[in-house]
């Protein structure tokens, strides 16, 4: 097999930078930057930004590179927890901005000074009218908006208001900047937006330094051309804000380059919600327990639950790039999971809801270690001992005492084979009082163990896995599903309703599992494959040594097709 890697993706994106670097547009050089608000915790649609950005940096080596930058220009929603986990999410997945790391905060005073310079030519004004009185007087679609009646002050009068606003004399929400650009434009980001306010709100990096803040709409693109970025790719619904970016960059003087801005369609997945705002409302609310609660969309859910970085950048290249919105459906998320975690994932047995099996003809106090394969997968993954002996535990699944038709598992009377070792027959169903199943009687055939090819003997259909029941261990066992029962949440409750009602009561069931000793020496953030039940992980954060604590991570087939 070739060691070369492999071709780039082709899309869009990627044809426009290969274009401007083949016209040497910024001789060649191609910089682009992932630029988050620390105001949460990332999630997977994040992740397709994270790949696109430092991808694209990564393919056009060696005259590229990728920032991670901080646009934290609102200290009442932003914290250093949001900081330190986008860091740590970005170096899960595998990338490095060695020494680009940047904030917008670094830039404060220059944004403060091309304010200045907007004032002095004429294109921005001091505005003593509230957000909301602004906000009611922009207009529609339909009809253009009503001019301030402060639009028109002299320059000397707001530069000097400016000033005073940033000394710290007015109160939070008494003045605002606006830029003057026009009030009938078709594009309502235009109809002179506000790019500052006043927040007197202490700043996770600049403290009580600054009682101004800068809009994102005004420090995203200055911050941009002040780096040196050439491509700024954002998701579509900036698309809108795109002649406001180039306004500002086109009227601010000295600036070090003139990046420009392309839109891509960003991640819809069924099953989710996308939203920030939303998620953190899930975390205030309790109604997962908190932002790395494995059923959670964000980066640090989907790494607690078991997902790997491979995987999510498979996911990302898979699904591609487009111009057009659209719904990309869970189950393609979980099909890279479980295709990458196939060839690298540790097997164990583990019974997930134990039934008793005495096997009758086995004899007493005699254990037998069976030659187990760690991973078909990697030929070089060895083997283990697993130990058995006259009485198993089995999933309480593969036992129906009144099979329906295509049941090939266990059956009064009927054989089936135990993976690996020999078959058995069920003779008797021993119940208590209450009519519950408490043990199987079963009797095993010494001639069908595994190798053995008996002469004559149909073929038993079924195979089941099982643990000794006498060196089995109990674990907590956190079995995770999708957290809503909605495909698409948010649709289904509208836009005055509720989401949350969606959420799936059923999303996690906790049980105690019997499973083979050998998971005792695994440690927290392992993976393994449950035969033939799913893909676990064990918990980072609860598992103990000698006490591990296994999440699911995916089923082994897809959990939104019917079950056979």
Known sequence: MSDAPAPAPKDFIRELIAADVAAQRNDGWVITRFPPEPNGYLHIGHAKSICLNFG????????????????????VKEDVEYVNSIQEDVRWLGFDWSQHLYFASDYFEKLYGFALQLIEKGLAYVDDQTLEQVRANRGSLMHPGTPSPFRERPVAENVDLFSRMRAGEFKAGEKILRAKIDMSSPNMNLRDPVIYRILHAHHHRTGDAWCIYPMYDYA???SDALEGITHSLCTLEFEHHRPLYEWLINSVDGLPSHPYQREFARLNLTYTVMSKRKLLGLVKAGLVSGWDDPRMPTISGIRRRGYTPHAVRHFCETIGLTKFASLTELALLEHCVREDLNKHSQRVYGVLRPIKVVLTN????????IELVNNPENPTGGTRPVPLSRELYIDADDFMETPVADFHRLVPGGEVRLKY???????????DAEGRITELRCTYDDATRRGVKPVGRPKVKG?????????AVDVEVRLYDKLFVEAQPEEAAGEEGDFTQFLNPASLEILNAKLEPSVLAASPGAHYQFERVGYFFTDPKDSQPGRPVFNRTVALKDSFAKAK
């Open 220 to 222: 995203h693109p200055l």
């Open 463 to 471: 195979t089941i896995h099982w643990v000794s029941a006498a060196h």
């Open 421 to 431: 070792a020999f078959c058995i027959t069920c003779d008797a169903v021993i119940k």
């Open 362 to 369: 086995y004899p007493e106090g005699q254990v037998e270690q």
């Open 56 to 75: 694209i940096a990564l393919e056009n080596a060696p005259k590229s590179r990728c920032h991670l930058r901080f646009d934290d220009t609102n200290p």
